[in-house]
């Protein structure tokens, strides 16, 4: 195979940049594919994204994961092994304009030298359907190949029609083991760190840690580090810990971790696990999301998932959720946590939602049950004449207070909707049920 042509090929004239003062992190971005860490996922032999850039034959993409993952390095690598011109615009400050701009040079390219373009559109998310539409017809018809960087869902941001043209590829945060790595290579690479002072391995590998699998934020804390002691000092856990500042929580209300860790919440409540549970409620949390919301979710879960085998937990819940509203944050914290225990520990059941499913589908086939006359209410003028409520058997005039009458509609007499579990108070309550239903003779 021929020589990868690498990122420094890419035309650097229009910066006005010295690569010397360019920070760390874009100093040292992948040079080739070769130096390229992570995401194997999506880039092992054979791959349809790693035959794109090896072979020079871009397709249009939405590259999708969190920040410094290598969504830029890769757009890059794109262009450069396809000998395509880089266009590079943020939808954060782009609008329509700038990009029929970009349209407008790549048709010219396109007519008078053939060159493609690879126009990387950083954010994508954050251009509304209007925009993301002016778009659509370079794809279409191949003026341009569209690379789209976002850290948000792109199922949820980006219009389907133009995701429909576009391959999606979620690229991963980094394991801690390659930005270690990133970081070794900073501090003996021609790119990196010029005279670096003394690096304690502790010190590296805090920040691999606590980057949170960004590269880019590693990178630019260890040459922070680094330039706060000075060539001839030494760069410590707390040197690392001053120069990071920032918090390991990486968190979007509005984005898959909103529903990624309610829904892990829910899900290690339901598994009875309060370790689980008290974990992904921390992050939340710590994440700042509305107290509000996690509490609605403890409530429908207490019917949900536990129902009649422990009624408590609804009441558990409830109070939860009001102590939320009285109290808030922080100290609500605490109501959350007792909450999230009890719920965790508490006797599972779904007999609630189960027996609902199963009544609401007798409904969807047969339509809204006949109630039988003793059953309607008799509570207007004229009810008695039409025979409403007439005969109806109260059920405290018998000891156990179960009725004898028929109370089901005549096309649904037979049906059995509740079926408890053996779990909890519902044990119980299933031997109630067994005993009202032998009254009954059902």
Not at 384 to 403: A, M, N, Q, T
Request: glycine share 8%; aromatic share 4%.
């Amino acid at each position: 195979m021929e020589r990868l042509f690498e990122i420094d090929d890419l035309p650097r004239g229009r910066t006005g940049v010295d690569a010397n003062e360019l920070p760390l992190a874009a100093r040292m971005r992948p040079a080739s594919l070769g130096e390229f860490v992570g995401q194997d996922h999506v880039l092992g032999r054979g791959s349809a994204l790693r035959t794109a850039v090896e072979d020079g034959r871009p397709h249009s993409m939405i590259l999708y994961g969190p920040p410094g993952t290598g969504k830029t390095t890769l757009a890059r690598l794109l262009a450069v092994n396809a000998r395509a011109a880089f266009e590079e615009a943020s939808a954060v400050n782009a609008g329509r304009a700038e990009v029929r701009e970009v349209l407008e040079r790549a048709a010219h390219r396109r007519s008078t030298s053939g060159e493609r373009t690879i126009f990387f559109l950083d954010e994508i998310h954050r251009f509304n359907k209007a925009q993301q539409d002016t778009l659509l017809p370079a794809v279409e018809e191949g003026l341009v190949v569209l690379v789209g960087a976002t850290t948000e869902n792109p199922y949820f941001e980006v219009n389907s029609a133009l995701l429909s043209r576009c391959r999606i590829y979620e690229l991963r945060p980094l394991a801690e083991e390659h930005i270690l790595a990133l970081l070794r290579r900073a501090l003996g690479d021609d790119r990196g760190i010029v005279d670096a002072p003394r690096v304690e391995e502790d010190a590296l590998e805090f920040l691999a840690t606590r980057a949170a699998g960004d590269a880019r934020s590693a990178l630019s804390a260890l040459e922070l580090a680094c330039e706060t002691v000075g060539a001839g000092g030494a760069v410590t856990v707390r040197v690392a810990e001053d120069a990071l500042q920032r918090s390991a929580i990486l968190y979007d209300k509005g984005g898959d971790l909103h529903y990624d860790l309610i829904s892990a919440w829910i899900k290690a409540t339901r598994g009875s696990d309060p370790d689980a549970s008290l974990l992904y409620l921390a992050a939340m949390i710590e994440g700042g999301e509305d107290p509000r919301f996690i509490a609605r979710r403890m409530v429908v879960l207490a019917s949900e998932d536990i129902g009649n085998a422990d009624p408590r937990a609804l009441e558990v819940a409830v109070a939860a959720a009001h102590a939320v509203e009285h109290v808030g944050m922080p100290e609500c914290a605490l109501n959350l946590s007792q909450a999230a225990i009890y719920l965790a520990l508490a006797p599972k059941s779904n007999t609630a939602i189960k027996a609902l499913g199963r009544a609401r589908t007798w409904v969807r086939e047969h339509g809204t049950p006949r109630p039988p006359a003793h059953l309607r209410s008799a509570a207007y003028p004229g009810a008695r004449k039409l025979g409403r409520g007439e005969g109806y058997d109260y059920p405290h005039d018998h000891p156990e207070g179960v009725s004898e009458q028929k109370l089901m509609p005549a096309d649904a007499e037979g049906e059995h909707f509740l079926e408890l579990s053996d779990h909890g108070k519902e044990r119980e309550l299933r031997e109630r049920l067994e005993r009202i239903r032998r009254a009954r003779g059902r």
